[in-house]
Each structure stands twice: as C-alpha cells, then as structure tokens.
C-alpha cells in the first residue's frame, strides 16, 4: 500500500464533505481577521518598530529565555503587563496558544480535577492531554453544571485541586463567560480560575485590559492576554501569581525548550498594550461598529451573540455557508465560512468579525450584499 494513502483517503473524505481547509491571501473588506483595532498596519507601531531597529532592539532572541535568549524587552513587557492587568507577575510566550498549551500541561496536577467549558479554545485540549490532571467538559456557561461536577468530584473522594477553565468572550459565538458567577463558584470551592481573554483584550474593560475586571486581580486567577488579535502583533502573555510563575520556568516544557519571542515582538507589545489604554476612542469607536452591525443583521441568526465584534450568521448546512460566502468575496468583502469540526455539525456559520480597518459604509455595504446572497440561497 502507498505510505501516503491513509492521508490521502482523509483528505478526500475533508474534500467530498466540504470540509477541506486551505490557504488564501486575504483580499478585500476585512470582515474575517482578528485586527480588531486595526493596529496590525498602526503608524505609530510601525514608527516604534523603525525607532526601535535603529536603536540597537535585537529582531531575533538568540535561544530559549534560559540559554541566552532572556533580553531586557521581555522583563520590561512582563513588568508592564503585571502593573497594568493588576497581577503580581506576568510571563510571555510566542503566541496564545503556546501559553494554553504550557499552562494547561504544567500547572493542574496529578490528582486534580479540570473543569472547562465545552467550547473552550483547542489549544487547552491539548494542553490538557499533555497534563496530569483529569479533566472533563461542561455545557456550554452552564454554572450549575460546574457546581455539580464540583460536589461529585468531591463525594467519589477528589481531594486536589479543582481548576475551572473558560474563555471571556468566544470566538465563534460572539457570547460572554459567567465570569462573576464561576468566579464565585471557584471560590466558594477553594479552586482556580483559569480565563482566556483573548478576544477581549484590547476591545473591552478600563485601559483595554479585557473582561475580567478585578476577578484578574485575585489570587486564584490565571488570565491568558493574546497580543495577536486586538494588540495587532504576536505573542501571549500570562497574568499569575509570582510562585506559579517560577513553576512555570523551572517545569514548563514549552517555555523551557522553545527559543524565546523576538525582543522586537516582546517591545511592540508593550507599546500596544500602552497605545490602547491611551487612545480610548479605539474602543468607542467600535463600538459604535457593533452597534451599527446589530441594526443591520437584524432578524439573522446570531446564535447567542451578546453585543461583541463576532457575529455568527448561523447558516446551517455547509454548503450554504460556504457559497454565500464566495458570493459575498466575490463583490470585495472577506468573509469565510466556518464549518465543522470548528463549530458543531448543523450550525455552519459566516463569522463576521469587525474591525476598525473597514468604515461605518462599508458595513451597510457588506448587511445590503448579505441579505441578497441569502435570498439567492434561498431561491437555489
């Protein structure tokens, strides 16, 4: 048998179902990407990043941040970013998913029990495969599902560590965390609390530090801030307590052996997060986005959307949302269809995420092209 069939009778089986991914470069409106503040192509960005070449900042790190690659941008990103969030340290990482990644397969231990909420990023399933910790789901905010599993878990005779995961804002919903309620639980149960803000960052809270609120300030709190998204650059950067945080240097695997973000990236990052909390009209001025899009998509399945940048055009069959979504790339603006195993089977969606790199007329543009593509869906 040819080595390459099993990947090859995978592919086909992606392809027959409408399921097979590929590259493409974006092109026309950005209605897809994560730029939330459109600060990917910022001047002021690209000046630091000029300013910053000129005086001498190292573009590459040179090894891992014990061997070598632990330069004075990373220790001054880390010391901001704990002043700002409000955390007694910080700990950045190459990228969002490199930080869940570690987090979850070093911190819960043998013993403990892991509770996240179904719809939680991949990057924590696989974290917690490469853990010591149980772990099992709960439905989708479901609180009291969380409480049970917590008196359950307790009565069979679970004595560590109970770890409640949840992301603030998700990213194919739209929808919010019950952060003051499972803040509650995981205190009432003496548990972690584990808060991935990586769509709210930048986007919401005072100074654009996300969600959380002073539920990020306390002690048993673990909050993942992406620099990728509303930051407009790369990288993760982990709000802890000081004890967790030398755990994590000395048996984070992911930290320990990796070569260390570019000391470039680790200085950007710090001007963005100071850039955002100085330019609040970023915020309002997405807001009034949202508030625009929430006229025009009215009457469309938004699923449980709650007044965030994501919106959901829940479509249902694959083959409908990805043809409503050529239509619409096919008139400049770029929409993708999101299918299974991304979101479950029967809610195939447009996810339409808005940025400050398209205008108040360019939304009205794309609501018009929409409502006709959907009739002509309709009508096929």
């Given at each position: 048998m040819?080595?390459?069939?099993?990947?090859?009778?995978?592919?086909?089986?992606?392809?027959?179902?409408?399921?097979?991914?590929?590259?493409?470069?974006?092109?026309?409106?950005?209605?897809?990407?994560?730029?939330?503040?459109?600060?990917?192509?910022?001047?002021?960005?690209?000046?630091?990043?000029?300013?910053?070449?000129?005086?001498?900042?190292?573009?590459?790190?040179g090894g891992s941040r014990l061997l070598?690659?632990?330069?004075?941008?990373?220790?001054a990103l880390e010391a901001f970013a704990a002043d700002h969030f409000g955390s007694e340290s910080s700990l950045f990482f190459g990228s969002g998913f490199a930080a869940n990644t570690a987090l979850f397969a070093t911190l819960p231990q043998t013993g403990d029990l892991l509770l996240y909420?179904?719809?939680?990023?991949?990057?924590?399933h696989d974290g917690m495969k490469l853990g010591r910790a149980s772990f099992r789901?709960?439905?989708?905010?479901?609180?009291?599902?969380v409480e049970r599993d917590i008196q359950n878990w307790r009565t069979s005779g679970g004595t560590g560590t109970i770890w409640i995961a949840a992301e603030s804002l998700y990213s194919m919903d739209g929808d919010r965390a019950p952060l003051v309620d499972l803040a509650r639980i995981a205190d009432m149960h003496d548990a972690m609390l584990v808060i991935d803000e990586a769509h709210a960052v930048g986007v919401y809270?005072?100074?654009?530090?996300?969600?959380?609120?002073?539920?990020?300030?306390?002690?048993?709190?673990?909050?993942?801030?992406?620099?990728?998204?509303?930051?407009?650059?790369e990288g993760g950067l982990l709000t802890l307590p000081k004890l967790l945080r030398e755990f994590f240097i000395n048996r984070a695997r992911p930290f320990i052996f990796s070569t260390a973000p570019s000391?470039?990236?680790?200085?950007?990052?710090?001007?963005?997060?100071?850039?955002?909390?100085?330019?609040?009209?970023?915020?309002?001025?997405?807001?009034?986005?949202?508030?625009l899009a929430r006229d025009c998509f009215a009457g469309l399945s938004l699923g449980d959307h709650q007044n965030?940048?994501?919106?959901?055009?829940?479509?249902?069959?694959?083959?409908?949302?990805?043809?409503?979504?050529?239509?619409?790339?096919?008139?400049?603006?770029?929409?993708?269809?999101?299918r299974p195993p991304t979101v479950?089977?029967?809610?195939?969606?447009?996810?339409?995420?808005?940025?400050?790199?398209?205008?108040q007329d360019d939304i009205r543009d794309l609501s018009a092209a929409l409502h006709e593509a959907l009739l002509l869906a309709d009508a096929a």
């Open positions: 040819d080595r390459f069939t099993p990947y090859r009778e995978q592919l086909d089986a992606l392809e027959k179902a409408g399921r097979k991914r590929r590259l493409s470069i974006p092109a026309g409106k950005d209605f897809s990407s994560n730029d939330y503040l459109g600060l990917s192509r910022s001047p002021y960005l690209k000046d630091s990043a000029q300013t910053a070449i000129a005086n001498g900042i190292a573009h590459g790190s070598g690659g632990n330069h004075p941008e990373h220790e909420d179904e719809l939680i990023h991949a990057s924590v789901a709960f439905p989708h905010n479901d609180c009291n599902a809270g005072e100074g654009g530090t996300g969600l959380a609120g002073d539920i990020g300030r306390q002690d048993n709190a673990i909050l993942l801030r992406t620099c990728g998204k509303a930051l407009g650059g000391p470039l990236t680790a200085h950007l990052a710090q001007q963005a997060i100071a850039y955002v909390a100085d330019n609040s009209s970023l915020q309002s001025d997405l807001a009034g986005h949202i508030a965030s940048q994501i919106f959901p055009i829940i479509l249902g069959e694959d083959r409908v949302a990805v043809e409503v979504a050529a239509r619409l790339q096919g008139q400049g603006f770029d929409v993708r269809a999101i479950p089977a029967g809610t195939a969606r447009l996810r339409i995420s808005l940025t400050l790199n398209v205008t």
